[in-house]
């Protein structure tokens, strides 16, 4: 069905969303020096952190709640579309390479396809089934946890996507740039990001998209930290995949271990390239072979794995 706006009380709510008012500073944008064009939209950046930090409860309680769910093997699912959506695609796709996940475990919904990544694809927001569907087809289930993104609040295809989500019983969490809204009542966990109106009037791919990109950055990254992707604050999970990130994880190596560079890339090597393989291999002096069967029987997670090798609690 098409949702598009188009009576009068939908274009009163759509009126009435802060994403879509103008800001009084920047009436007179096109009279602007190139300096002043730039210092304005830094000055609208540098808003988004504070905005962020407002919202920071209701993230660590969106994460708190997925972590039961993501440690028995639960998914992280979003769904968004134009910008939110290929912002939630860019999260999803980095996780892998940055954490050694399953592609499986973090994914991403846009509407309109794999397409829409790279053109906007006509009416594709406006369509509630295609979001209903599209979460239909993963089998989702009550340990995965679905994430709406929309800096309205109000996209169909979002709200669609949740809908589904919740009648499967699974966690269901929204990001928003407005109070108030659709989105907010469709969720279990909304996060409301308020950023105030944009420098280029309802260009939410601006301040909008830079807060929804930094909520998506603390949900992915502690709910992966928490899951044992790391050690300390080393990326001991990347995947290597060319030469800077084999000497990137040699160095992290020789930083856990207090080996030279030379020996962890000797590991490294002997691991075909894991991190965690060669760092158990380091730290519990076990071949690639053992340490990859702690490793699983941890599940991927680091800490656990080293204490069944060494019998340290």
């Known amino acids: 069905m098409n949702d598009a706006v188009s009576s009068p009380d939908e274009l009163a709510e759509l009126d009435s969303l802060v994403t879509e008012q103008r800001d009084p500073r920047d009436r007179h944008l096109e009279t602007l020096s190139t300096t002043e064009l730039a210092e304005a939209m830094n000055d609208a950046d540098a808003e988004v952190p504070t905005a962020v930090r407002a919202a920071l409860p209701a ?84 340990d995965d946890v679905v ?50 109106p944009e420098v280029l009037t309802g260009s939410t791919r601006l301040k909008a998209g830079t807060a929804q990109k ?39 190596l020789a930083d856990a271990t207090g080996e030279d560079v030379g020996s962890c890339t000797r590991a490294l090597a002997a691991a075909d ?11 519990a002096d076990v071949g690639p072979d053992a340490a990859a069967a702690a490793l699983a029987a941890a599940g991927g997670a680091v800490r656990p794995a080293l204490a069944a090798l060494t019998g340290a609690n």
């Open 273 to 283: 390239g894991d991190g965690r393989t060669a760092l158990l291999c380091l730290l």
């Open 214 to 252: 930094l909520v998506l950055n603390a949900l992915s990254t502690v709910s992966l930290v928490q899951l044992g992707r790391t050690w300390s604050n080393l990326m001991i999970s990347a995947v290597v995949t060319n030469e800077k990130l084999r000497g990137r994880l040699a160095h992290a």
């Open 59 to 142: 993230v660590v309680a969106a994460i708190d709640a997925a972590a039961p769910r993501l440690q028995r093997g639960g998914r992280l699912i979003y769904a968004g579309a134009g910008t939110s959506g290929r912002l939630a695609v860019l999260d999803a796709a980095e996780c892998p390479p940055t954490f050694g996940t399953d592609p499986a475990l973090v994914q991403a919904l846009i509407a309109g396809g794999d397409v829409a990544l790279r053109e906007a694809v006509e009416g594709a927001e406006d369509d509630f089934e295609a979001g209903y569907a599209a979460l239909e087809k993963r089998t989702v289930g009550a």
């Open 147 to 196: 994430i709406g993104l929309s800096a309205s609040g109000r996209t169909p295809y979002v709200l669609g996507a949740l809908k589904s989500a919740t009648e499967r019983g699974a966690l269901t969490v929204s990001i928003l740039c407005n109070r108030d809204v659709a989105l907010s009542a469709a969720a279990e966990y909304p996060i409301e990001v308020v950023v105030g």
